[in-house]
Every structure is written in C-alpha cells, then in structure tokens.
C-alpha cells in the first residue's frame, strides 16, 4: 500500500533550481534514507511533502490515514 507518492517535484530559488522532476513513492513498510550534499534540497523535499512550502510544479499524495 502506496503511503505516500511523490510526482514530478520541482523548485527552485532566484532562478536556481533546487528539485528538478524528483518522483518516488513509499510504501507501507520500506525504510528509506536520504542522504545528500549541504544545498541539495533534501529540507526542501521534507518541507514539501510536509505541506510547510509548495513546489513550483508536481504533487504529493499522501494516503487518508498516513500521519507526517
């Protein structure tokens, strides 16, 4: 069961673009890591699925019970 799905997120900052087209989604039960250079957006990503910020494109659907 798809518990949360990332589609085609973009963002960028003044023009420099931070997230280009990242899609993935997490399943009931996977164990995910995200690891990453200062800069790479990794924040970012979190604070879009969260809901705290909007990307510039794309979506997250995260499923009805699914607490983040």
Do not use: C, H, P, Q
Request: hydrophobic content about 35%; charged content about 20%.
């Amino acid at each position: 069961m798809s518990l949360v799905s990332v589609e085609a997120i973009s963002k960028s900052y003044f023009g420099k673009i931070i997230l280009d087209s990242i899609s993935f989604t997490i399943n009931s039960g996977d164990r995910i890591g995200l690891i990453g250079e200062n800069g790479s957006g990794k924040t970012t990503l979190f604070k879009i699925i969260y809901g705290k910020e909007t990307s510039d494109s794309g979506r997250v659907v995260i499923s009805g019970n699914t607490v983040i």
